[in-house]
Nanobody, 124 residues
Framework: QVQLVESGGGLVQEGASLKLTCAASGGAIWSYHMAWFRQAPGKEHELIAHITRGGNSAYYEDSIKGRFTISRANGKNTLWLQMDSLKVEDTAVYYC?????????????????RGQGTQVTVSS
């Protein structure tokens, strides 16, 4: 059973940067594709970034392309999301998740393991 714990969220001003960390325990993440989702108030979980097992391929949702970077270190059992040039509309709870599903899994329910989330609030 893999446990995922996110950290690094906070309250920042528009244009600032944050780096989210997802620490895994209870199992190795090397066999999982990993992803970051976010959920804004009143909305569904939204896939924003996905990285393959070996870290050689990544997907980004259009609104974050060029601003966010997903990365992983399997040897450290850790996933990151570097967020630059933050905007007010990035405000949400951010979650990391792990899946063994082949291909790009876009739905929250396709992920075997999911963290509890970390709040990111961007003020204008």
């Amino acid at each position: 059973q893999v446990q995922l714990v996110e950290s690094g969220g906070g309250l920042v001003q528009e244009g600032a940067s944050l780096k989210l960390t997802c620490a895994a325990s209870g199992g190795a993440i090397w066999s999982y594709h990993m992803a970051w989702f976010r959920q804004a108030p009143g909305k569904e979980h939204e896939l924003i970034a996905h990285i393959t097992r070996g870290g050689n391929s990544a997907y980004y949702e259009d609104s974050i392309k060029g601003r966010f970077t997903i990365s992983r270190a399997n040897g450290k059992n850790t996933l990151w999301l570097q967020m630059d040039s933050l905007k007010v509309e990035d405000t949400a709870v951010y979650y990391c998740a792990a899946t063994q599903r082949v291909g790009l899994a876009r739905r929250w329910t396709e992920y075997n393991y999911r963290g509890q989330g970390t709040q990111v609030t961007v003020s204008s």
